[in-house]
Nanobody, 116 residues
Framework: QVQLVESGGGLVQAGGSLRLSCAAS????????MGWYRQAPGKQRELVAA???????TYADSVKGRFTISRDNAKNTVYLQMNSLKPEDTAVYYC??????????WGQGTQVTVSS
């Protein structure tokens, strides 16, 4: 059983910063990639950023230059540093883990609200 525990969401003014954390625990088939998705009301869930074991990263165009994903392999933890936040970044952010057996796991989600 794999658990993903997220933290760090909250309310921030436009232009501010937040840092999300997601710690994975339990038995996995080895972590292939971890990342963050978000879902705003009435919209589909979308990829925000992902990082693979060797540090290769992927970002949504809308967050490039503002968000940074990083990973502590020893702690099975992934972070998302979010700077220059905009109201359109408001969403529930979900942590995601894909293991080497193609199993996908999700966190419970953490709310990020950016006020204008």
């Amino acid at each position: 059983q794999v658990q993903l525990v997220e933290s760090g969401g909250g309310l921030v003014q436009a232009g501010g910063s937040l840092r999300l954390s997601c710690a994975a625990s339990g038995s996995t088939g080895g972590i292939n990639a971890m990342g963050w998705y978000r879902q705003a009301p009435g919209k589909q869930r979308e990829l925000v950023a992902a990082i693979r074991g060797r540090g290769t990263t992927t970002y949504a165009d809308s967050v490039k230059g503002r968000f940074t994903i990083s990973r502590d392999n020893a702690k099975n933890t992934v972070y998302l540093q979010m700077n220059s936040l905009k109201p359109e970044d408001t969403a529930v952010y979900y942590c995601n883990l894909n293991d080497w057996y193609a199993q996908t796991y999700w966190g419970q989600g953490t709310q990020v609200t950016v006020s204008s």
